[in-house]
């Protein structure tokens, strides 16, 4: 059977509209893989500094190492200058992404204020020049993750405008401004308004947290995909398109232990239970019952410990 791709990167066919959201300290390898094998149709890797590109820094090139059965993979990249994004995107080309994604959406203070993530839609020139030259300069497509804007500059029209003329492929759209934290209410209308203003491909992204909200968002936006960030997190069945609360026990077990083995195979034994540690938080959020075991869940040093507790959590749920 031929399946109809979903939207184009360019020329990249893209199947599925449901994709994981690029996010520090959780979209690594491992877990991006099994959210792709679960039907994410993109994987973007977590944030990488152009700056540590550059200098070889280990933890930043770490981010961008991938397997093929990912593909399409997009590298996401960031900084407050031009020629750093430039010269870090030429040094990655190489490393065969599908596309490179430009994060104009972080909020954290440290980096917006310096002018990078968020803080670049406060300098749309820049932004025209940063696209012109990475289009010009680059053989793959370029790509931009975007947000409302500051609440004082909500210019996401403009933008949209600005990457498309010079050269994106593709917008996706957080419909929150940089102040608007993580509670405020999500304002789907900006990713409608960017739908209508552009001609690429638009991702819808903000508080879809079912199976019903993906097809609700591309429903009220029109736009062509969805991506899920926070509620991905320990809930990678709702990219195959079943909600939390429809996962059996069995299942959150067997996906936790496929999940640590690629963190330990990924990461080492000790970084990767370590770095497990902020999954099993969520992959256990629903289970009321593992309330009393969280503590020594969180603890465990080993692998084989961690899954014998696990047993003995099943064993008292069927209880
Ligand atoms: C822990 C965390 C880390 C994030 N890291 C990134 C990142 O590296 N790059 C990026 O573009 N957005 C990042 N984001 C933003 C998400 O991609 C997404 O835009 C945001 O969480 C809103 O989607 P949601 O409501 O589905 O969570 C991060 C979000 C969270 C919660």
Not at 33 to 47: K, M, W
Request: net charge positive; with cysteine; hydrophobic share 40%.
């Amino acid at each position: 059977m031929t399946q109809t791709p979903t939207f184009y990167v360019d020329k990249i066919p893209i199947y599925g509209d449901a994709i994981l959201a690029p996010m520090m300290g959780f979209s690594d390898l491992p877990y991006r893989s099994l959210c792709r094998e679960l039907g994410s149709s993109i994987s973007y890797t977590e944030f990488a500094r152009a700056e540590g590109l550059i200098h070889n820094m280990r933890r930043v090139s770490e981010k961008l190492e991938y397997v093929e059965e990912e593909r399409p993979i997009a590298f996401q990249i960031y900084s407050h200058d031009i020629d750093y994004m430039v010269e870090a995107a030429l040094k990655i080309q190489p490393l065969r992404p599908d596309f490179i994604d430009i994060n104009m959406g972080c909020p954290t203070k440290a980096i917006a204020n310096s002018g990078a993530g968020v803080g670049l839609m406060r300098k749309p020139i820049k932004v025209a020049r940063l696209f012109k030259r990475l289009k010009k300069e680059l053989d793959v497509p370029i790509t931009a993750k975007i947000r409302m804007g500051w609440d004082d500059c909500q210019n996401y029209k403009l933008i949209s405008r600005i990457v498309e003329e010079n050269g994106a492929s593709l917008i996706a759209i957080h419909g929150r401004t940089r102040e608007g934290g993580r509670e405020s209410k999500v304002n789907w209308d900006v990713i409608a308004e960017v739908k209508e203003t552009v001609n690429i491909p638009v991702i819808g992204n903000g508080d879809v947290k079912t199976v019903a909200d993906i097809a609700k968002m591309k429903e009220y936006t029109k736009c062509d995909g969805v991506m899920i960030g926070r509620a991905a997190i320990g809930n990678p069945w709702i990219f195959s398109g079943k909600d939390r609360d429809e996962v059996t026990f069995e299942e959150v077990q067997k996906m936790m232990s496929k999940h640590l083995d690629r963190n330990l195979k990924f990461y080492g034994e000790e970084l990767g239970i370590n770095l497990f540690r902020k999954h099993v938080v969520q992959y256990i959020a629903p289970i009321p019952t593992t309330r009393r075991y969280r503590r020594e869940l969180l603890t465990r040093e080993r692998k084989e410990e961690f899954l014998l507790l696990l047993e003995q959590i099943y064993e008292n749920l069927v209880k």
